[in-house]
C-alpha cells in the first residue's frame, strides 16, 4: 500500500546531542511537511517542501532543519535539541493544491535526555 | 487563516450518530473544509473535506451550511474505535498550509 512511513517510531536523544528524523513516502506526492506535537496539543506546522522549494513557518526555531534529497525522502534535524522539543514529530505528503488532502505517517516520538 | 470553533469534548453512545459541529464564520468563498481525526499515538487519518456541497465518503458525511460559516461532521454509526480527536480545519488557499485548531475529544461510549 502507498504510505508515508517514518523512522524510527520511537527515538532517545541526549540534551544538546544533534538528532535527525525520517520520513519516506511511496505516494509520489510533490509537498512533503513537518509537524510537531507536544503533548495534549494540536500538531503545529514547522515547514514544508513544494518538490525542492522549501517554506519555513515564521516561529519555527533555527534549532530545526530539513533536508529533502528526493522526491521519496525528507529529513528533519534537530540541531542542539532542548528538554522543550520532546514531542511527536509527524510527516506528512500531498499533491498540490488546496483540495488534496495531506497523509500523515505516524510520527516518531522524541524523548530528550 | 479562518479560524475555526469547536466544543472542546463530547460523548456518543455505541451505534447512535455522532454529529460534530465546527464554526468557521471568517472562510473565504475558496477555502476548503477539512476534517481529520487523530487516534492516541497516531498520526492524523483524513476523514473528508468539501467546499460547498455536502459530501460523503465511506468514513463520514460533511454538512456545510449554506452560507459556509459552519460544518457539521456525521459519523453515521459511531464505534468504539472512532473515540479520537476530532480537527475541523480551514484549508487556506494559498500555500499548501493545513493549520490544525484545538479539536473536539469524541468519547464513544458502550
Known amino acids: 500500500d502507498a504510505m508515508v512511513i517514518q523512522n524510527p517510531r520511537y527515538q532517545v536523544t541526549q540534551f544538546g546531542k544533534p538528532v535527525t528524523l525520517s520520513c519516506s513516502q511511496t505516494l509520489n506526492h510533490n509537498v512533503m511537511y513537518w509537524y510537531q506535537q507536544k503533548s495534549s496539543q494540536a500538531p503545529k506546522l514547522l515547514f514544508h517542501y513544494y518538490d525542492k522549494d522549501f517554506n519555513n513557518e515564521a516561529d519555527t526555531p533555527d534549532n530545526f532543519q530539513s533536508r529533502r534529497p528526493n522526491t521519496s525522502f525528507c529529513f528533519l534535524d534537530i540541531r542542539s535539541p532542548g528538554l522543550g522539543d520532546a514531542a511527536m514529530y509527524l510527516c506528512?505528503?500531498?499533491?498540490?493544491?488546496?483540495?488534496?488532502?495531506?497523509?500523515f505517517g505516524n510520527g516518531t516520538r522524541l524523548t530528550v535526555t | 487563516d479562518a479560524k475555526t470553533t469547536q466544543p472542546p469534548s463530547m460523548d456518543c453512545a455505541e451505534g447512535r450518530a455522532a454529529n460534530l459541529p465546527c464554526n468557521h464564520s471568517t472562510i473565504s468563498g475558496n477555502e476548503y473544509v477539512y476534517w481529520y481525526r487523530q487516534i492516541h499515538s497516531q498520526g492524523p487519518q483524513y476523514i473528508i473535506h468539501?467546499?460547498?456541497n455536502n459530501e460523503t465518503n465511506e468514513m463520514a458525511s460533511l454538512i456545510i451550511t449554506e452560507d459556509r460559516k459552519s460544518s457539521t461532521l456525521i459519523l453515521p454509526h459511531a464505534t468504539l474505535r472512532d473515540t479520537a480527536v476530532y480537527y475541523c480545519?480551514?484549508?487556506?488557499?494559498?500555500?499548501?498550509?493545513?493549520?490544525f485548531g484545538a479539536g473536539t475529544i469524541l468519547r464513544v461510549k458502550s
Open positions: 468539501g467546499l460547498k
Open positions: 480545519i480551514v484549508r487556506v488557499l494559498y500555500g499548501n498550509k493545513l493549520v
Open positions: 506528512a505528503t500531498s499533491r498540490v493544491g488546496v483540495n488534496s488532502p495531506l497523509h
